[in-house]
């Protein structure tokens, strides 16, 4: 079951307040970035945050670690009671994010060769 779309747009609704958050489908379901890094992953309506040393200090011990997908790295599953609190998911977006390295720049691609008939 693919993630609604009406999941997304109350997630995102919750993190109007950070300014560098988007979102982007792939495979059917969705990744959150902030600042321009994979901070979540939403899969059959569930967030995945990464899990991060901030991350796991401000959501307490009472976590539960879950895959996004199957072979998926664990990630923080975030119940309904961080995600309603709009302030504390955007504290936890905004720490993890701060914790993750930047992303690695893309390399160029190659121009196409043309093809000769």
């Known amino acids: 079951m693919a993630t609604s779309q009406e999941t997304m747009d109350y997630i995102m609704d919750q993190l109007s307040a950070l300014p560098t958050v988007r979102s982007r489908k792939m495979f059917g379901e969705h990744a959150i970035y902030c600042e321009e890094k994979v901070v979540a992953l939403v899969c059959n309506d569930q967030v995945f945050v990464k899990i ?3 991350g796991k200090a ?3 011990k009472t976590y539960e670690e879950g895959a ?3 072979g998926a790295k664990p990630s923080m599953v975030i119940d309904a009671g961080v995600l309603d ?5 955007c504290t936890l977006i905004r720490a993890t994010a701060e914790a993750l390295p930047a992303p690695k720049p893309k390399k160029p691609r190659k121009p196409k060769k043309p093809t000769t008939k």
Request: no cysteine; hydrophobic share 35%; aromatic share 14%.
């Open 52 to 54: 991060t040393e901030p």
């Open 58 to 60: 401000l959501v307490g």
């Open 68 to 70: 996004a997908y199957a």
């Open 85 to 89: 609190d709009h302030e504390q998911f």
